[in-house]
Antibody, heavy 118, light 111 residues
Framework: QVQLQESGPGLVKPSQTLSLTCTVS??????????WTWIRQPAGKGLEWIGR???????NYNPSLKSRVTMSIDTSKNQFSLKLSSVTAADTAVYYC??????????WGQGTLVTVSS | QSVLTQPPSVSAAPGQKVTISCSGS????????VSWYQQLPGTAPKLLIY???KRPSGISDRFSGSKSGTSATLYITGLQTVDEADYYC????????????FGGGTKLTVL
């Protein structure tokens, strides 16, 4: 059973870059055809898809965030990562990493709260 | 405003059945698979239904799903207080270049 765990700073200053890592255990990140995905959820609100990196390392980002998002994979550490630049208070949310099968998320991490504040 | 429309809330008594709808269009639900997720308070979403009507291993058969045209429905039978949660539908949209779109979520209250 695959497990995912997010990690990274819980507090980021406005205009800086948010950086999160998702560590995958119970399976190799480079095997199979999975969509390694980031999703976020502001407090009291719904889910927003941020983007994904596919097994061929192709990426697709939400158009509303595309100019600020970068995703990558580190196969040696079985991790994938998210960078979101020029953050504002509107980027404060719980960030989830997930593994998708046939695109849609199937397995989720527990989530990590990131607060943007000076 | 989500592309997928869910009722903000539904409620029913323990033991009853409830349905949660998810309405979309031909470019999303009408042509792609739908998944459903349960999010208990303070926890991550959990996959309940995938490919419209399939249950992952370990998910109770009290949960079922269907899709017809541009709408999908989640059914929960034999309601229990532990089912009180937020429920989200999801699919992708062939015209938006977005891999995953979520419904706005439905809060289920078990009275």
């Amino acid at each position: 059973q695959v497990q995912l765990q997010e990690s990274g700073p819980g507090l980021v200053k406005p205009s800086q870059t948010l950086s999160l890592t998702c560590t995958v255990s119970g399976g190799s990140i480079s095997s199979g055809f999975y969509y390694w995905t980031w999703i976020r959820q502001p407090a009291g609100k719904g889910l927003e898809w941020i983007g994904r990196i596919y097994s061929s390392w192709s990426t697709n980002y939400n158009p509303s965030l595309k100019s600020r998002v970068t995703m990558s994979i580190d196969t040696s550490k079985n991790q994938f990562s998210l960078k979101l630049s020029s953050v504002t208070a509107a980027d404060t949310a719980v960030y989830y990493c997930a593994r998708g099968i046939v695109v849609l998320p199937a397995d989720w991490g527990q989530g990590t709260l990131v607060t943007v504040s000076s | 405003q989500s592309v997928l429309t869910q009722p903000p809330s539904v409620s029913a008594a323990p033991g009853q059945k409830v349905t949660i709808s998810c309405s979309g269009s031909s470019s999303n639900i009408g042509s792609n698979y739908v998944s459903w997720y349960q999010q208990l308070p303070g926890t991550a979403p959990k996959l309940l239904i995938y490919e419209n009507d399939k249950r992952p291993s370990g998910i109770s058969d009290r949960f079922s799903g269907s899709k017809s045209g541009t709408s999908a429905t989640l059914y929960i039978t034999g309601l229990q207080t532990v089912d009180e949660a937020d429920y989200y539908c999801a699919t992708w949209d062939s015209s938006l270049n977005i891999d995953v779109i979520f419904g706005g979520g439905t809060k289920l209250t078990v009275l």
